[in-house]
């Protein structure tokens, strides 16, 4: 463990609002602890952002100094990382893009959609409810 060298950098004003990009040095359940510091060896993490991701030692991030610690503003991606396969689109609605298909499991249930548009739902029971009009339009609708 590192404590004996970790300075504590949000006391030097000269660096309170200050953001630079900086080195996990030390993790604990995905969070950053520890940080490095160009020119300095460590310093003492105050917070993240509420989506920040799992962080691992070795990780660059971006922080900024406020008068509480380091504050881990988000992780930079490293030069071989694909971005994430979602976005939000004009709407608002989150859109999470497969190109080979898409399943979300939760024990004995599933949805899975392939990439020539078949959908398949799968459950021990499936309960439909509308408020309004339910409509099944298929060229086919079998029912047992």
Sequence with gaps: MM???VQP??????LTGRTEIVEVVEALDG???IVGLPGVEASVVAGHLADVPRLRP???VL???TSQGAVVLGRLAAEDETPLPWSLDERGRVVLDAPAGLCLRCAEGSLEI???GRIRL???EID???SRRLKLQGATIELN
Excluded: H, K, P, S
Excluded at 9 to 14: E, V
């Design 9 to 14: 950098l949000f006391r030097n004003a000269q």
């Design 128 to 130: 439909t409810i509308a």
């Design 58 to 60: 070795g990780d660059r």
């Design 114 to 116: 392939d990439a020539e």
């Design 122 to 124: 799968d459950g021990r």
């Design 63 to 65: 922080a900024v100094w």
């Design 31 to 33: 969070r950053a602890r």
């Design 3 to 5: 404590t004996n060298r």
